[in-house]
């Protein structure tokens, strides 16, 4: 693979990438029996933040992900692209 290989993969992505994932309930909110105030839309890309008795819409995200997503399909999804880009010699950062 010679440089402008590896710049003309690069230029069809995008540098920065928004992954939301709600996480779900905890042990202690399950006991309280707490509900969610995030909603998702992944169709749409967007999740809903329940205020008073609203919703508000936030989006589009590069992805969206629920609460029943589990961690293996984000990491196939999100993160093993990535380790193959580093790999190949780009490099790349995630925040969690």
């Not at 440089?3 to 230029?11: G, L």
């Not at 984000?74 to 950062?93: F, S």
Request: charged share 25%; proline share 3%; net charge positive.
């Amino acid at each position: 693979m010679g440089i402008n290989d590896k710049s003309s993969t690069a230029s069809k992505k995008k540098n920065v990438q928004v992954v939301v994932r709600v996480r779900p309930l905890n042990e202690k909110e399950k006991g309280e029996r707490s509900h969610l105030a995030i909603r998702t839309n992944g169709l749409a890309q967007t999740v809903s933040v329940k205020d008073r008795n609203a919703w508000k819409e936030f989006g589009p995200f590069d992805r969206v992900y629920s609460a029943d997503s589990s961690q293996s399909t984000i990491y196939m999804d999100v993160v093993d692209p990535l380790v193959k880009e580093v790999i190949q010699g780009y490099n790349c950062t995630i925040f969690a």
